[in-house]
């Protein structure tokens, strides 16, 4: 079992930059395929990016490909989430979750609380 705290979180004019750290207590970290998802009002959860045990391969969402970035260091226990040229549709609760696959949602097993992410226009 894994525990996850995200943290980063704030408010951001449009454009601009954020980056969301998720730190995992738990000695199988590195086992598992890390992700990060995020919610709006009103819509459901979907994925925004998810990276393999060892960091080789990442997933994307097309909407934010080239503009965020996932990387993992499992010296650390943490999973990072780079946000670059944000917009104000990038607005929602971002997630953290450790599963077994980085870019199958359902496979997502174990959940951070959420940290919030405004994109002000």
């Known amino acids: 079992q894994v525990q996850l705290v995200e943290s980063g979180g704030g408010l951001v004019q449009a454009g601009g930059s954020l980056r969301l750290s998720c730190a995992a207590s738990?000695?199988?970290?590195?086992?598992?395929?890390m992700g990060w998802f995020r919610q709006a009002p009103g819509k459901e959860r979907d994925i925004v990016a998810g990276?393999?045990?060892?960091?080789?391969?990442?997933y994307y969402a097309d909407s934010v490909k080239g503009r965020f970035t996932i990387s993992r260091d499992n010296a650390k226990n943490t999973v990072s989430l780079q946000m670059n040229s944000l917009k104000p549709e990038d607005t929602a609760v971002y997630y953290c979750?450790?599963?077994?696959?980085?870019?199958?949602?359902?496979?997502?097993?174990?959940w951070g609380q959420g940290t919030q992410v405004t994109v002000s226009s």
């Open positions: 990276v393999t045990w060892n960091g080789g391969n990442t």
């Open positions: 979750a450790a599963g077994s696959s980085s870019r199958i949602p359902s496979s997502y097993r174990y």
């Open positions: 738990g000695r199988t970290f590195s086992s598992y395929a």
